[in-house]
T-cell receptor, first 112, second 112 residues
Framework: DAGITQSPRHKVTETGTPVTLRCHQT?????MYWYRQDPGHGLRLIHY???????DKGEVSDGYSVSRSKTEDFLLTLESATSSQTSVYFC???????????FGSGTRLTVV | GESVGLHLPTLSVQEGDNSIINCAYS??????FIWYKQESGKGPQFIID?????DKRQGQRVTVLLNKTVKHLSLQIAATQPGDSAVYFC???????????FGTGTRLQVFP
């Protein structure tokens, strides 16, 4: 999707290892979000950011941390990956509070 | 591509017919609603939105209807085309939050 890039697109990692997913935007939007998508659950919010160094938890934040040191990058870290964190992860951005989101193309993470 | 939902409700329609996808939302304080389309292997794509001060909004071939009394949202697609085949998600946002909450999705299948 234009203006928002997720990396890597695919990753396989072992249980217990740390993993960092990156979301990069070129839109200079204030708000950034991390969601995970699993069959039967739709998209669930993990963490979000409303500015540089300003982050908050979503509904499924356990086992995840985030950092936003600059406007364009929002990092999602799994400190010690577990099999339950196997999922497709989507980053989203929005310009203002109360606006719709633009989503990235997703990262498929498999924890073995 | 990734499977976004193995057990999603499915709507099957014939090409050229109109489609209606329904969504019940949970939070009576929600005042902003969006429909997203997700094709296999891609991130959700914004289709149309509506705020709670309206009960109908039209786009190109799509109409969203909002019934706040029964907390129901619908997406109507006119003259459905094969390219409309995807999973459709409704999402709601309450005015005092910056977070979109997604439904579990409906798969639309268009057959010739």
């Amino acid at each position: 999707d234009a203006g928002i890039t997720q990396s890597p697109r695919h990753k396989v990692t072992e249980t217990g290892t740390p993993v960092t997913l990156r979301c990069h935007q070129t839109e200079n939007h204030r708000y950034m979000y991390w969601y995970r998508q699993d069959p039967g659950h739709g998209l669930r919010l993990i963490h979000y950011s409303y500015g540089v160094k300003d982050t908050d938890k979503g509904e499924v934040s356990d086992g995840y941390s985030v950092s936003r040191s600059k406007t364009e990058d929002f990092l999602l870290t799994l400190e010690s990956a577990t099999s339950s964190q196997t999922s497709v992860y989507f980053c989203a951005i929005s310009e203002m509070s109360g606006d719709g989101y633009t989503f990235g193309s997703g990262t498929r993470l498999t924890v073995v | 591509g990734e499977s976004v939902g193995l057990h999603l409700p499915t709507l099957s329609v014939q090409e050229g017919d109109n489609s209606i996808i329904n969504c019940a939302y949970s939070n009576s304080a929600s005042d902003y609603f969006i429909w997203y389309k997700q094709e296999s292997g891609k991130g959700p794509q914004f289709i149309i939105d509506i705020r709670s001060n309206m009960d109908k909004r039209q786009g190109q071939r799509v109409t969203v209807l909002l019934n706040k009394t029964v907390k129901h949202l619908s997406l109507q697609i006119a003259a459905t085309q094969p390219g409309d085949s995807a999973v459709y998600f409704c999402a709601e946002m309450a005015g005092d939050t910056d977070k979109l909450i997604f439904g579990t999705g409906t798969r639309l299948q268009v057959f010739p």
